[in-house]
């Protein structure tokens, strides 16, 4: 598909509480439309949920968020940078970026310290040695998880929920000031996804750091997020989960 920029470009001030804007945003892959017509501002200290069924392009948004994905169409601004160019790199050390992953196999042989130290590469690069500072860093990421009595445990040792507390000990590490997290309640039972939620919940809150979490726990976004998108390749609805409303965008879009 050829690129074209979108008439609807974003305009922030550099002291505006909206750290992502996106206008307009299409994504294919190669001629299969992903996503389109994606018009969405997230302000700081959001806790903003996305949901919608398998295959509605969630994962595809926040990969273009992040830029590992180039829209044809529109325009997208982290930060008041176009991400759609290249100044991405600009601001990646803002903005940290947890993919959907399956539970890391049991014979990995990583410490879980060194599992949260990866975090640090992008800024320290892969070959330098971390500083006394950087291993602080890494215990105080892991006791905001509650893993850091485990920190020299095999990573492949622990349970599932574990092995997601430490994914985003390793993810905070860096203090970002936006987290994106695709699906990470997946393969957990309720339970263990309830107490990864509070937890996401709790750093919210004394972080002030911005969320946007991609779910299908449509409990969990109604009990913690403040705002709600429901998409379908499009954004359907969005607002406030704990609406009516919510739970009518809820069937439409998965009933689409």
Known sequence: ???????????????????????????????????FDINLDVYRQDFLGICGPNGSGKS?????????IKPFQGNLRLFNKDVTKSEIREIQSKISYLPQIEQIDRNFPALVKDVVGMGLYAQKGFF??????????????????????????????????????VKIARALVNNPE????????????????KELGELLAKIHQETKITIVLVSHSIAIIRDYC??????NRRIIWEGKPQSDDFDKAIHRVFHF
């Open 178 to 193: 936006i987290l994106l997290i695709d699906e990470p309640f997946s393969a957990l039972d309720f339970k263990i996804a």
């Open 128 to 165: 330098r040695r971390l500083s006394e500072e950087d291993n602080q860093r890494i215990m105080e990421a892991l006791e905001t998880v509650g893993m850091a009595n485990l920190s020299e445990r095999p990573i492949g040792h622990l349970s599932g929920g574990q092995q997601q507390k």
């Open 60 to 68: 595809t948004l926040l990969k273009a968020i992040v830029g590992a």
């Open 1 to 35: 598909m050829n690129s074209k920029t979108s008439d609807t470009d974003c305009h922030m001030d550099e002291d505006s509480n909206i750290l992502i804007c996106i206008k307009d945003l299409a994504v294919a892959y190669q001629t299969n439309v992903a996503i």
């Open 226 to 231: 403040n705002r709600a998108v429901c998409m």
